[in-house]
């Protein structure tokens, strides 16, 4: 195991001392923060010390006015579950420690805190230390970064249909987030409108765990989750480009798979999610202000992420046009990864109405989703079943805490 980083709150300047001492002999805990104050004095800078220092073992002793040490504990165990409270104390009466149970605390080691006693304590304390979010942002899930070569190629269309697809053939979690932090449109896409989303989720980055993320996210009845741009173009403005960054590392730790619908805007916040990303597909119609604005898009590329070549998704193709995908191909020295058919009057119809063509019975822009879904999942590349096309979804399962009804929209005119 780890050094994991503990908190104390003691009065007692021995219990510091023993910890340290228990800790390092042992390499089992590491105390990051130590507050020699009586609890009344514990107040909101002090805890966000706390929160940011992010301890997986809170000790708190009991001898220190127990009672208020209790409601510590309880404020601990509620507002940071990743960390487990342990409390100290000499001749401790059992009423004490039942509340002090009831209030959160974990385990219970005696003063004067002895080596034994003190690796006893943390061996059965190791068991319930599940990896945290953090811990486990560092190695799981994927970033699947979608952009248009400029505006309105269908990034945000191709991105929440493939987010879907994806969820369905690999059963996986998918989340996708709407990064279009000024006029994003997954939700309405989806046929949601969520209550909160990635402004929330930005406010309150320093104590996020899953419970609280969960607070955030949508459910699209597909089994997608959403984390949605706001709809107030104002309350984007206020997410730096570090926290960009610091959401998409976290959100990665949870979910298999993490698709982003990004904006157009090559600035620093989008520049920090691509940083995040294992895979970026640029979607583009085949014209040349399109092709020309891959081959500038691609510098900034080749500079933020030098590792990874974008991934080329010809969208609204029509076979017949005077540019073929081998010119594309040749212009820009990239294979084209995977081509998506106009299909005005579907995609129209799917906008319309919040049902993503994935859902479409049989359509061909979803079977060509299906097959791109694929060679991005690693999944052989079989038709589905039929019946799977055939499924036809009731209306929208809706979380009453954060969706609320969706407007309809008028159908706009082909362009
Ligand atoms: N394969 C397609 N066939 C026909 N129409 C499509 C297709 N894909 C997207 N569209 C249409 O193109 C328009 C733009 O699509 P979308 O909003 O997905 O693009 P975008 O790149 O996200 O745009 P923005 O730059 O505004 O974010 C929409 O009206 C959509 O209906
Ligand atoms: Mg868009």
Same mark, same amino acid.
């Given at each position: 195991m780890n050094r994991v980083p503990s908190v104390v709150i003691s009065t007692d300047g021995a219990v510091v001392a023993d910890l340290k001492r228990c800790g390092e002999q042992?390499?089992? *805990?590491?105390?990051?923060?130590? +507050? /020699?104050?009586?609890?009344r004095e514990l107040t909101e800078p002090q805890m966000k010390k706390i929160r940011l220092a992010s301890p997986r073992l809170v000790f708190i002793d009991l001898d220190d006015d127990a009672p208020t040490?209790?409601?510590? /504990?309880?404020?601990? /165990?509620?507002?940071?579950?990743?960390?487990?409270?342990?409390?100290v104390g000499s001749a401790v009466p059992s009423a004490t420690l039942v509340a002090a149970m009831r209030a959160g605390v974990s385990e219970f080691v005696e003063k004067p805190i002895s080596q034994p006693a003190f690796d006893e304590a943390v061996e059965r304390l190791s068991r319930k230390l599940a990896p945290s979010p953090r811990e486990r942002a560092?190695?799981?899930?994927?970033?699947? +970064?979608?952009?248009?070569?400029?505006?309105?190629?269908?990034s945000?269309?191709?991105?929440?249909? +493939?987010?879907?697809?994806?969820?369905?053939?690999?059963?996986?979690? *998918?989340?996708?987030?709407?990064?279009?932090?000024?006029?994003?449109?997954?939700?309405?896409?989806?046929?949601?409108?969520?209550?909160?989303?990635?402004?929330?989720? /930005?406010?309150?980055?320093?104590?996020?765990?899953?419970?609280?993320l969960a607070s955030y996210i949508a459910t699209h009845e597909s089994g997608l989750d959403v984390l949605s741009a706001p709809f107030d173009p104002d309350e984007g403005r206020g997410i730096g480009a570090d926290e960009v960054g610091r959401i998409l590392e976290f959100l990665r730790g949870v979910y298999d798979w993490v698709v982003v619908d990004a904006s157009n805007s090559l600035d620093a916040r989008m520049l920090a999610g691509l940083r995040t990303a294992q895979e970026v597909f640029v979607v583009t119609q085949v014209d040349v202000p399109s092709l020309?604005?891959?081959?500038?898009?691609?510098?900034?590329?080749?500079?933020?992420?030098?590792?990874?070549?974008?991934?080329?998704?010809?969208?609204? +193709?029509?076979?017949?046009?005077?540019?073929?995908l081998k010119d594309v191909e040749r212009t820009l020295g990239l294979e084209v990864f995977g081509t998506l058919s106009n299909d005005y009057g579907t995609i129209a119809h799917?906008?319309?109405?919040?049902?993503?063509?994935?859902?479409?019975?049989?359509?061909?822009?979803?079977?060509?989703?299906?097959?791109?879904?694929?060679?991005?999942?690693?999944?052989?590349?079989?038709?589905?079943?039929?019946?799977?096309?055939?499924?036809?979804?009731?209306?929208?399962?809706r979380?009453?805490?954060?969706?609320?009804?969706?407007?309809?929209?008028?159908?706009?005119?082909?362009?």
């Open positions: 042992a390499g089992t *805990v590491d105390l990051v923060l130590e +507050f /020699a104050i009586p609890y040490g209790c409601k510590v /504990a309880r404020y601990l /165990a509620d507002s940071h579950p990743e960390a487990l409270i342990v409390a560092a190695a799981e899930g994927k970033v699947l +970064f979608f952009c248009g070569a400029k505006g309105g190629a269908g945000t269309t191709v991105a929440t249909n +493939f987010a879907i697809h994806l969820h369905r053939q690999t059963g996986e979690r *998918v989340l996708i987030v709407d990064l279009d932090l000024t006029l994003g449109e997954v939700a309405l896409y989806l046929g949601i409108e969520p209550r909160y989303g990635i402004v929330d989720l /930005a406010r309150n980055l320093h104590r996020i765990d899953e419970g609280l020309r604005n891959i081959q500038r898009v691609r510098r900034v590329l080749k500079r933020v992420i030098p590792e990874r070549s974008p991934r080329v998704l010809v969208n609204r +193709f029509h076979p017949g046009t005077d540019i073929t799917s906008i319309n109405t919040g049902e993503p063509l994935a859902m479409s019975a049989s359509s061909a822009t979803g079977q060509e989703m299906d097959v791109l879904v694929r060679k991005v999942s690693g999944m052989p590349l079989e038709p589905e079943k039929k019946a799977r096309w055939q499924l036809k979804l009731p209306s929208l399962k979380r009453d805490a954060d969706v609320t009804a969706r407007p309809r929209i008028l159908a706009g005119a082909e362009p």
